[in-house]
């Protein structure tokens, strides 16, 4: 399973970016697909993960409202829909592929990440 994410990039408060994480390999579609980020001089965080059989969402408090993540099956790609970007969601975020539920523990494929920066 390979994970390709893209998408950032530098953005005035209040506005928005769309991250894509491409998937491929035999079993990319059996895992659950997942936002972690992280800013300088802190840990890893979860954002959000989406199940690929139902579509079934999670997202981490601090996004909820804002953030939308979705899949398009027929390009086995996540999309992470950014709303309404604060200072503080300025980090690198990455795409990862695990069993559900998403936590970084289970995280079994991590894709690259893309650096979103977000200006006050």
């Known amino acids: 399973v390979q994970l390709q994410a893209s998408g950032g990039g530098l953005v005035q408060a209040g506005g928005s970016l769309r991250l894509s994480c491409a998937g491929s390999g035999r079993f990319f579609s059996s895992y659950a697909t997942g936002w972690f980020r992280q800013a300088p001089g802190k840990e890893r965080e979860f954002v959000a993960a989406?199940?690929?059989?139902?579509?079934?969402?999670l997202y981490t408090d601090s996004v909820k409202g804002r953030f939308t993540i979705s899949r398009d099956n027929a390009k086995n790609t996540v999309y992470l829909q950014m709303n309404d970007l604060k200072p503080e969601d300025t980090a690198v975020y990455f795409c990862a592929a695990s069993p559900w539920p998403v936590v970084r523990t289970r995280i079994r494929y991590w894709g690259q990440g893309t650096q979103v920066t977000v200006s006050s």
């Open positions: 989406i199940k690929w059989n139902n579509g079934t969402t």
